[in-house]
């Protein structure tokens, strides 16, 4: 099916553990985004990239790591998962023109004990 | 910088109450204006978008206008119904940014 598609939906890690969450597309779209969702923060970006190969920082990018070696998938890697890492994220893709919005996945609640 | 301001929630009303939830912008250049909605347990789903002053954005039964003179994208329905129970964001980008600015989001619950 055409669409967004994150996996797991669900993770429970354990602190220190390298966890990678992913995102894949089947548009074509050029921008990806990863964003985490927190009450009381909103939803802050954390990766985003403009095309394959093409990664940039966000708002939160520190203890996450990125690639995109294929336009259509967008992996997040927790490179050591912390508490505070407990959330939900949310990936996203958008045309590269900005009137166009995102299109969202539906989120990995990721909790890490 | 560029942001967006909400309402601040939780926001509870009766069904076939009249909505709005205000939304009130800051940006450096000329911005495209969003609505999305979160239902439960979901990811964001775009419900309108507006691009140039004074377009009026309009789905579901929602609108929203884009106000330039007020730096306002504050969005309306006439009767809500308790399938409308979700959180509502308010999101600008600029042109030629990709980055999706958003509210904080206000958390709406329809009684019936």
């Known amino acids: 099916d055409a669409g967004i598609t994150q996996s797991p939906r669900y993770k429970i890690t354990e602190t220190g553990r390298q966890v990678t969450l992913m995102c894949h597309q089947t548009?074509?779209?050029?921008?990806m985004f990863w964003y985490r969702q927190d009450l009381g923060h909103g939803l802050r970006l954390i990766y985003y990239?403009?095309?394959?190969?093409?990664?940039d920082k966000g708002e939160v990018p520190d203890g996450y790591v990125v690639s995109r070696s294929k336009t259509e998938n967008f992996p997040l890697t927790l490179e050591s998962a912390t508490r505070s890492q407990t959330s939900v994220y949310f990936c996203?893709?958008?045309?590269?023109?900005?009137?166009?919005?995102?299109?969202f996945g539906s989120g990995t609640r990721l909790t890490v004990v | 910088g560029d942001s967006v301001t909400q309402m601040e929630g939780p926001v509870t009303l009766s069904e076939e109450a009249f909505l709005t939830i205000n939304c009130t912008y800051t940006?450096?250049?000329?911005?495209?204006l969003f609505w999305y909605v979160q239902y439960p347990g979901e990811g964001l789903q775009l419900l309108l978008k507006?691009?140039?002053?004074?377009d009026k954005g309009s789905n579901k039964g929602f609108e929203a206008t884009y106000r330039k003179e007020t730096t306002s994208f504050h969005l309306e329905k006439g009767s809500v119904q308790v399938s409308d129970s979700a959180v509502y964001f308010c999101?600008?980008?600029?042109?030629?940014?990709?980055?999706?600015?958003f509210g904080q989001g206000t958390r709406l619950t329809i009684n019936p």
């Open positions: 990239s403009a095309a394959a190969d093409i990664t």
């Open positions: 507006a691009t140039k002053a004074d």
């Open positions: 999101a600008l980008s600029i042109q030629g940014a990709q980055k999706l600015v």
């Open positions: 548009w074509s779209h050029s921008y």
């Open positions: 996203a893709s958008s045309l590269p023109a900005s009137s166009y919005g995102y299109t």
């Open positions: 940006a450096t250049g000329y911005p495209s």
